[in-house]
């Protein structure tokens, strides 16, 4: 069974007042297909991190993109996430013709993650006083 983790991103010189270890958190916001895995390479990886290049932009390309095993430390980099579904097919949906054309549309369903701070903060912006 596979899961669904985080990939927490930080910056050795980014502290917050504390001391503490400043970084940021991409969870994703699971709505289904955890399971299931596609045929295509780029893919079968829920997060990929590249070096950032303005050259590339296109996802196919990931494991291209990945292949040399470049360093993403100090340096800029680009976080990948597949952001999966799961459509359970449904009569509302639509309706294959007797020559076997699909007539209709499947109804929008959503994905995404949350990109969730890290010790960013000293203390809660919504709690006075902070020590």
């Given at each position: 069974m596979r899961t669904h983790d985080a990939l927490e991103v930080t910056n050795a010189a980014f502290k917050n007042a504390?001391?503490?270890?400043?970084?940021?958190?991409?969870?994703?916001?699971v709505t289904g297909?955890?399971?299931?895995?596609?045929?295509?390479?780029?893919?079968q990886n829920e997060f990929w991190?590249?070096?950032?290049?303005?050259?590339?932009?296109?996802?196919k390309f990931l494991p291209t993109y990945v292949a040399p095993n470049p360093s993403v430390a100090n340096t800029d980099i680009v976080l990948w996430y597949k952001g999966s579904l799961h459509h359970q097919p449904r009569d509302e949906d639509g309706a294959y013709t007797p020559n076997h054309l699909w007539v209709g549309t499947a109804h929008v369903m959503w994905t995404g993650f949350m990109l969730m701070p890290h010790d960013v903060f000293d203390c809660s912006p919504f709690y006075k006083p902070c020590p």
């Open positions: 504390q001391g503490h270890l400043s970084g940021y958190r991409l969870v994703p916001l297909g955890g399971l299931t895995q596609h045929y295509e390479t780029f893919t991190v590249t070096p950032y290049n303005p050259s590339q932009f296109a996802a």
